[in-house]
């Protein structure tokens, strides 16, 4: 997922994060400006885009019934798939998910998961039989960087406006109602990325911070602070220390979005 | 499947199948066991069983692919259909890929990829058996394979889990204890560089609770660096008999 940055550039991002300073002149544990738009996309039942600095992801999720799985028949099933579409960078590709977008889906669809934050079990319809899928589609529209946070933020608020539809059961059909309703949540994980550049850690790496960073580390958070999903990424490595240090970091940058967010 | 049983870890603090809370399972490693390969191992990990074959570094295919300044380090982790209850179908599943990638970026620190620049070096593993923990267990063949090829590393990688079972940290979860238990931390380390090189968590710790299954794990890795290293002996004292 490189892109071409000159080496006296690379140089140059590398000093300025050792002095405390970013090209962007962001401090070292500052995100960049985020927005939040909900509900753009009429046809999804739940759609939301987040920017992130210059990143740019759009989130749609739509309903359907199916059957749940064998060992959790009275629980909807939570799917999400991401597409690094061409148009976000110079460097993706049309075809089938390389192991980034499978990377970035699975990480998104952890930190929703292991939260519990769709609540699964009022999502069926009939135990073992049918029950709702919520299918979460990533779509990256534009790759300046952090992926992972904007795609987790942005499905979290596509979650967020989600409607589905009223229903009834008569004689076993499943009858669709007039009307709508918020899609059961739980919880509301944050997830925050941290990139680790010359042993210095860095909030939201944005994309030229990415080609000199050796490694970055997630985290999700629960509503109560607790950590809900980790996932290390890159070729480099972090010591005990740094680990712990970015753990910290994470969990204040996910209470300070949370009371931003109001979630 | 079996029913949930009521309690993982009895009064005793003994976990279904007996060990204590900070045991690790019976583990058996082997080095040189593909006659093909560069480097090869084999792990028996309780009842996990796994093959890793290392080859290179050698002239990447395709070509595109290898880059002007380094190594390129490849990994594909692959279970056999039957290593699971379920069949599991051969192709690559999405799980499979993401560990793939992890399993790669885990090794990577270990290598130094500027000193083999056009050149690719490829490690598959495939997993024979599961029983939980496939991923460190892999990374615990996949180092000893690369090792055994003879290419430098900086140091073995060794991988452990911890995790959360009725409210208690443990170390290397197997199979039910994964599946039922509240949390999972798998953690892979370079104990001579002590440097984490693969760290993921599924399940909710509290932060206090985070830092103990991390340090636990890493206990866990260092008591199987001395096997990696007995293993790796361990073949070359085989040779030095037929010598005499």
């Known amino acids: 997922m490189s892109s071409l940055v000159t080496r006296v550039r690379l140089k140059q991002i590398e000093q300025l994060i050792e002095k405390g300073k970013r090209l962007d002149e962001r401090g070292l544990r500052d995100y960049r400006e985020i927005k939040i738009e909900q509900g753009l996309i009429e046809r999804a039942e739940g759609s939301a885009r987040v920017l992130l600095g210059k990143t740019e992801?759009?989130?749609?999720?739509?309903?359907?019934?199916?059957?749940?799985?064998?060992?959790?028949?009275?629980?909807?099933?939570?799917?999400?798939?991401?597409?690094l579409v061409p148009l976000a960078s110079p460097n993706f590709e049309p075809g089938p998910p390389d192991e980034n977008s499978i990377e970035l889906a699975r990480v998104v669809d952890r930190g929703i998961r292991e939260s519990k934050a769709i609540d699964t079990e009022k999502l069926c319809i009939e135990p073992g039989k049918k029950v709702f899928i919520v299918f979460v589609d990533v779509y990256v529209l534009n790759h300046d960087g952090n992926l992972i946070?904007?795609?987790?933020?942005?499905?979290?608020?596509?979650?967020?406006?989600?409607?589905?539809?009223?229903?009834?059961?008569?004689?076993?059909?499943?009858?669709?109602?007039?009307?709508?309703t918020p899609l059961p949540m739980k919880s509301h994980p944050i997830t925050v990325t941290i990139g680790k550049v010359n042993n210095y850690l860095i909030v939201d790496p944005w994309l030229e911070?990415?080609?000199?960073?050796?490694?970055?580390?997630?985290?999700?958070?629960?509503?109560?602070?607790?950590?809900?999903?980790?996932?290390?990424?890159?070729?480099?490595?972090?010591?005990?220390?740094?680990?712990?240090?970015?753990?910290?970091?994470?969990r204040e940058k996910a209470a300070e979005l949370r009371k931003k967010l109001d979630w | 499947?079996?029913?949930?049983?009521?309690?993982?870890?009895?009064?005793?603090?003994?976990?279904?199948?007996?060990?204590?809370?900070?045991?690790?399972?019976?583990?058996?490693?082997?080095?040189?066991?593909?006659?093909?390969a560069d480097g090869s191992a084999y792990i028996e990990h309780g009842k996990n069983k796994i093959l890793a074959a290392a080859f290179g570094p050698r002239e990447m295919h395709p070509k595109h692919l290898s880059l002007p300044d380094r190594m390129v380090l490849r990994c594909r982790y692959h279970m056999a259909p039957f290593s699971v209850q379920e069949r599991k179908s051969p192709a690559p599943s999405r799980r499979e890929v993401e560990l793939s990638k992890v399993i790669k970026e885990s090794l990577e620190p270990a290598l130094f990829l500027e000193l083999y620049p056009r050149t690719g070096v490829d490690v598959f593993v495939e997993v024979l058996q599961a029983d939980g923990g496939t991923r460190c267990a892999s990374i615990t063949a996949a180092a000893l394979a690369i090792a055994d090829s003879g290419v430098p590393m900086r140091d073995l990688v060794v991988a452990c889990a911890a995790g959360k079972v009725d409210d208690t940290i443990v170390l290397d979860l197997y199979d039910a204890e994964d599946k039922l238990g509240a949390a999972d931390v798998p953690v892979a380390f370079m104990p001579n560089l002590n440097a984490i090189t693969l760290l993921q968590m599924d399940g909710i710790l509290t932060p206090e609770e985070f830092e103990k299954a991390v340090n636990m794990a890493m206990d866990g890795c260092k008591k199987i660096y001395e096997m990696q290293k007995e293993a790796l002996k361990t073949k070359y004292m085989v040779v030095k008999e037929v010598e005499e």
């Open chain 2, 1 to 36: 499947m079996n029913e949930k049983p009521e309690k993982l870890i009895d009064k005793k603090g003994i976990r279904l199948d007996g060990r204590k809370a900070d045991e690790l399972r019976p583990l058996k490693l082997q080095v040189g066991v593909l006659s093909n």
């Open chain 1, 149 to 180: 946070d904007a795609s987790a933020l942005a499905a979290m608020a596509a979650l967020l406006n989600t409607k589905m539809p009223n229903y009834e059961i008569k004689d076993g059909e499943l009858k669709i109602k007039q009307g709508y």
């Open chain 1, 57 to 83: 992801v759009l989130v749609g999720v739509k309903v359907a019934t199916g059957e749940p799985f064998p060992d959790t028949p009275n629980e909807g099933v939570q799917t999400v798939n991401a597409e």
């Open chain 1, 209 to 250: 911070e990415e080609q000199v960073m050796d490694s970055r580390i997630s985290f999700a958070f629960n509503d109560d602070g607790n950590i809900c999903a980790i996932q290390k990424g890159g070729s480099g490595y972090f010591t005990l220390q740094q680990i712990l240090e970015a753990s910290k970091i994470a």
